[in-house]
């Protein structure tokens, strides 16, 4: 009997998986989610100074008063000249901490973290941490149409970062904590625990493990509790309580108001990146462009003071209804151009609260039109689309404007507005605003994720099992020759290329390759026994592994094929695995995708006493 007959097939075959599992967790797990619990604190804390700051900044500016409490512009009279120049001088002031401090400021913070976890090894300067806050407090507090959360998350992964970097962790492990402080950061900043747990899980952790999981809800749960005694309970936006009038008439409206939300998306992207590549062109240096974007600030201040800073009150007033539509269209159209225009010069400033305000006018707008269902119902619906289109992240979309409302009888229609915003968005457009910048580096990220094929073939499906095996006192030179010749029956085993040598009681002792017996007899050596001229302690493995396992051991011990043993008995050679196999699981996969055809046919009975067709 052959090893294939004894082997079987992979249908009739039962096989042992008990070393297997759903997850991958270790004790490792829980050391990392306790180093996690101290960052969620701190950066709760952080995200605490740096709203107090912004507020200090903004009442400074614009109210010529101390006060920590954070207030936007717009809400009384201000000077002219106050209102365009401080945008500029915010500018200013952050281009010389850019040039001179760390260019690492500049952007809204999560294409940074992005980029810091995916090239950088999330490793994040000790600078970063100081001149990112202090840099979006005076970018905002001037003026600018940005959010806290982006520097809140940039702010909270260094601090992460440089945690980890203190201790002796894998890179995987610094990402981990890195996230944690950014989640934490957001969680704190809006009150939101479970948005800031997707938002990790859908943009920065690009994995769904325990390991990483775990850690980083841990911290998420820290900073939401200790921003209680800091920031409050509540919700962030107060919305009315009566019951919404909902019907399959308004859900199909969702499905019109998240295309519009889509294209709003598309073109607030657009804008962000036509205006980086004109301020490119800009024959001065990059340290002055924010201060020529904060020119553009100042002018849209003019026009709609209500659109410089960060905005909740505005946010609050259209999500309860209670918006004016001439400020609506105001918003709409100027809060987009400022943003994103001033966003293309390299300033520093967040995204999320910008998309709210942007996407709360186009549901305020939409309420105009649509049919009434309840106070603020369009400007939450709108508000999901614009950020699930912008960000490119759906479920993130629908639980921030679940949780910074506590809307939840909206999940239906949130559900179908922000996922037709995504649909819109990924249809037309290839990158995000949170992508581009990393791309426009020669970089490449894919945000898609799937069952890896490997992970569900296993070695005996794909392995060669008619293998040819050497005794150890065999010559090189007579090895060599049997697989030399020119006999089409040995076609497999000339292709086969490593060859387990098997001792006296033919278990596996070695591995020998036919490099290695062509160059013996080519240095005249062809006498040596091939069991001196193998490999001794071979890696090996089992027909019950994943090919994922096994491309691991190939990638760690620099291998392209490794013999298979069996488990309960690993002398015992039961066939070879090849790098070119692995590719089997990818075909399988490329063949589920690409192949079309039709499982199901309908079959016609005819009555016996028609007249067969034609």
């Not at 008063?65 to 717009?74: D, K, M, S, W, Y």
């Not at 190939?554 to 309960?568: L, T």
Request: aromatic share 6%; glycine share 10%; hydrophobic share 50%.
């Amino acid at each position: 009997m052959t090893t294939e007959e004894a082997l079987g097939t992979p249908l009739d075959r039962p096989r042992d998986v008990g070393h297997l599992g759903d997850f991958t967790a270790t004790r490792r797990m829980l050391v990392i989610t306790a180093l996690a619990l101290p960052i969620g604190a701190v950066s709760a804390c952080v995200a605490w100074a740096l709203l107090r700051l912004i507020g200090i900044i903004t009442n400074a500016v614009f109210y010529e008063r101390f006060n920590t409490h954070l207030v936007a512009p717009g809400t009384g009279h201000h000077n002219p000249v106050v209102v365009l120049f401080a945008p500029i001088a915010g500018g200013l002031v952050i281009g010389l901490m850019a040039r001179y401090g760390s260019e690492k400021i500049r952007g809204h913070g999560m294409p940074e973290a992005i980029e810091a976890i995916l090239l950088g090894g999330s490793k994040v300067q000790p600078r970063v941490a100081v001149l990112k806050p202090i840099s979006s407090a005076v970018a905002i507090g001037t003026g600018g149409p940005f959010g806290a959360e982006g520097p809140i998350i940039m702010t909270g992964g260094a601090l992460g970062s440089l945690f980890a970097q203190f201790l002796r962790l894998t890179a995987d492990e610094r990402k981990t904590l890195l996230v944690a402080g950014s989640a934490a950061g957001m969680a704190a900043t809006f009150n939101t625990p479970f948005a800031a747990i997707m938002l990790a899980v859908e943009l920065l952790l690009f994995e769904w493990r325990p390991r990483s999981y775990v850690p980083v809800a841990a911290a998420v749960c820290v900073a939401t509790v200790v921003r209680y005694p800091l920031l409050g309970e509540g919700v962030l936006f107060k919305v009315p309580s009566g019951a919404l009038h909902l019907n399959a008439w308004c859900d199909l409206l969702c499905v019109a108001l998240g295309v519009a939300a889509g294209l709003l998306a598309l073109l607030a992207t657009v804008l962000v990146y036509a205006a980086e590549d004109g301020f490119r062109k800009l024959p001065v240096h990059w340290m002055w462009w924010p201060a020529i974007g904060g020119v553009i600030i100042g002018v849209g201040g003019l026009i709609v003071p209500q659109a410089l800073g960060v905005g909740y009150d505005i946010i609050g007033s259209e999500l309860d209804g209670t918006i004016g539509l001439k400020l609506v269209v105001g918003i709409l159209i100027v809060k987009t151009v400022i943003w994103s225009l001033s966003l293309g010069s390299g300033t520093s400033g967040g995204v999320l609260a910008p998309m709210f305000m942007i996407g709360g006018a186009l549901g305020a707008l939409a309420e105009h039109v649509f049919p009434q269902v309840g106070p603020g119902f369009w400007a939450l619906v709108a508000l999901a689309g614009v950020l699930g289109g912008v960000m490119r992240s759906p479920f993130t979309g629908v639980v921030f404007a679940l949780e910074l409302t506590h809307r939840f009888d909206a999940l239906l229609p949130l559900i179908i507005g922000a996922s037709t915003a995504f649909a819109v968005s990924v249809l037309v457009l290839k990158r995000s605003v949170l992508t581009e910048k990393i791309a426009r580096r020669g970089f490449h990220l894919s945000r898609e994720y799937d069952v890896d094929p490997l992970e569900i073939l296993f070695v005996g499906e794909v392995m060669e099992s008619n293998v040819l095996t050497f005794e150890a006192d065999l010559s090189a030179a007579d090895a060599l020759h049997s697989i030399s010749d020119h006999d089409p029956a040995n076609v497999a085993q000339r292709r086969q290329m490593l060859y387990p040598v098997l001792g006296p009681d033919y278990r596996l002792v070695a591995v020998v390759t036919r490099t290695q017996l062509e160059t013996a007899a080519h240095d005249g050596s062809s006498d040596i026994e091939v069991g001196a001229l193998g490999i001794a302690d071979p890696i090996v493995t089992h027909a019950d592994e994943t090919l994922r396992h096994v491309a691991t051991r190939m990638a760690a011990g620099e291998v392209d094929r490794m013999p298979v043993v069996a488990r309960d008995d690993p002398g015992r050679v039961v066939g070879i695995i090849s790098l070119t196999m692995l590719l089997a699981g990818r075909l399988r996969d490329l063949q589920e995708a690409r192949d079309v055809e039709r499982v199901l046919r309908l079959r016609v009975v005819r009555p016996r006493w028609l007249p067969p067709r034609g």
